[in-house]
């Protein structure tokens, strides 16, 4: 595997942890937001991997 997929699945077992914690604590803007970051990092990852 790439470093750089390597990294981003780091990038995104961090923002899981956070959208958690922001949906915990009812802060919903964060959330979505977080939601948003983990979206748009799968979508790089299946585009490098696909190339």
């Known amino acids: 595997m790439k470093p750089i997929i390597s ?3 780091e990038e995104i077992d ?3 942890e ?3 914690y922001y949906s915990k604590h009812d802060m919903f803007h964060q959330a ?3 939601r ?3 979206v748009i990092r799968h979508d790089f990852i ?3 991997v696909m190339h």
Do not use: W
């Open 7 to 9: 990294k981003l699945f």
């Open 14 to 16: 961090e923002l899981e």
């Open 18 to 20: 956070e959208l958690e």
């Open 32 to 34: 979505h937001f977080k």
């Open 36 to 38: 948003y970051q983990i």
């Open 46 to 48: 299946k585009k490098s």
